[in-house]
């Protein structure tokens, strides 16, 4: 019998990629061989964004397009656009099956009872029902330096602009006893960096009663033997509590780099967007931070152009955000997305505007990060090399999250993708000119 194949079309954030390389390991287990998207294949799976109304046309498109280049194929479809929007998808002619952003552990089961059914299926359930983390299986690279170990789904925070609870429904933690012991069989394949990710990381433990918090699960995850560096991912402003805090400053494993969104650098915009902090309460953290974690790096993201952002409230933005001295920012103009209150708010922006303002608000960006790199060169800092090209190059990231190129001729030594090495830093090494 030939063996089965499948193949992967995969849209949106990082989270989304990610599950897309764990279902296509469920796959591998099952004696599929997993094939570049424009081969022929067996199964096609088409994981959908909806992070913004082009996300929902977007994967329709993507949709169609695989339909009519693979007739033949079995056609599933999965992610956020299919979480909300069952009906619409299961409308295209040629979806056989649609999973939402749960129960993906299954999808093997629901291919063969479609097959058996000869009529399309809809496996999306309500996402508010969700009560459990789904454990999909582990993902491994072969370069093996820093691996994502996801410990959270879900959000219950109801930002004003975003879909994202929608989509992935309430928080879900995974149970401490199986990130433990993937992060430990992580390390013993030799990566020597654990990102933890999760649609709302700092929300870890909300479900699992008093017993475990974010703090809790560091606490243990630093002490695993072979880990050098736990880096965390995004973590809202306001779940830095001291207990965290003080966790992070007493290990030397995790990373002195911490993404805390701000969105706004208004307080009007930030209380229409339902963020449940202040400009003040912001700088406050930033500065306490600051003064326990020397050298700390800090880096954000901000949508400009929230419906009824006066040109004062973008200036003060711009004021706030270059006084934060980031280093580094992801700067979004904002994308009204269909479902959420802000969609309804008055005061949308034309697009004119929300680009001029994403322009200054991205050069405010360059101009803090590259005082913030200049900062440690000069320095010796580790860095963990993450690739190699043919010329001998290296790049990689320094634990404060700084790019790093070391050109082959710097030294006496090989590099080697996945090695940890201090290096004193030079401006070109930083890309600094
Ligand atoms: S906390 Fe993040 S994921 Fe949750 S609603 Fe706000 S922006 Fe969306």
Redesign the pocket.
């Known amino acids: 019998m030939q063996t089965p194949t499948v193949t992967f079309v995969t849209l949106g954030c990082k989270v989304n990629q990610t599950e897309s390389e764990a279902v296509a390991q469920l796959f591998r287990q099952e004696g599929y061989r997993v094939v570049d998207s424009g081969e022929p294949a067996d199964v096609v799976v088409v994981n959908t964004c909806t992070v913004t109304n082009t996300g929902d046309s977007k994967s329709r498109q993507v949709i169609r397009r695989m339909i009519k280049a693979n007739p033949e194929s079995f056609i599933v479809v999965m992610g956020c656009y299919a979480q909300t929007a069952p009906g619409e998808v299961l409308n295209i002619e040629g979806v056989d099956l649609v999973l939402g952003t749960q129960d993906r552990n299954r999808i093997l089961e629901y291919i063969e009872i479609a097959r058996a059914a000869q009529k399309p299926q809809n496996a999306v359930h309500h996402i508010w029902k969700a009560r459990d983390f789904e454990e999909l299986p582990l993902l491994e690279e072969e370069t093996r330096t820093r691996a994502t170990l996801k410990i959270e789904e879900g ?1 219950n ?3 004003t602009y ?1 879909i ?2 929608y989509a992935r429904g309430p928080v879900r933690s995974r149970r401490p006893e199986n990130a433990l012991a993937e992060a430990r069989k992580l390390t013993e394949a030799g990566y020597k960096e654990i990102v933890l990710t999760g ?2 990381t700092g929300a870890y433990g909300q479900d699992l009663g008093s017993q475990w918090d974010l703090t809790g699960l560091v606490r243990e995850l630093v002490h695993i033997s072979g880990l050098e560096r736990l880096r965390l991912s995004s973590i ?1 402003p306001m779940e830095f509590t001291p207990r965290l805090i003080q966790a992070i400053e007493e290990s030397g494993v995790v990373c002195r780099h911490l993404h805390i969104p701000l969105q706004s650098g208004s307080d009007a915009v930030l209380a229409r967007m339902k963020r449940p902090y202040t400009l003040a309460d912001y700088a406050e953290l930033l500065q306490n931070l600051r003064a326990k974690l020397p050298g700390l790096a800090v880096t954000t993201d901000v949508i400009v152009g929230f419906p009824g952002e006066s040109e004062e409230d973008h200036q003060e933005a711009l004021d706030f955000v270059t006084g934060c001295e980031f280093a580094g920012m992801h700067v979004f103009p904002y994308s009204r997305r269909e479902g959420t209150p802000a969609a309804r708010y008055p005061g949308q922006l034309p697009n004119a505007v929300k680009q001029k303002r994403v322009r200054e608000m991205l050069e405010v960006a360059r101009q803090s990060q590259e005082r913030y790199k200049c900062h440690f060169v000069g320095q010796v800092l580790d860095v963990l090399i993450e690739t190699v090209d043919e010329a001998g190059t290296a790049f990689g990231h320094t634990g404060n999250y700084l790019e790093v190129s070391l050109p082959p001729s710097d030294a006496e030594r090989t590099w080697e993708a996945g090695s940890l090495v201090w290096v004193n830093l030079k401006a070109e090494h930083l890309g600094l000119s």
């Open positions: 959000c925070q109801f930002c975003c994202i609870p649609i709302h809202e």
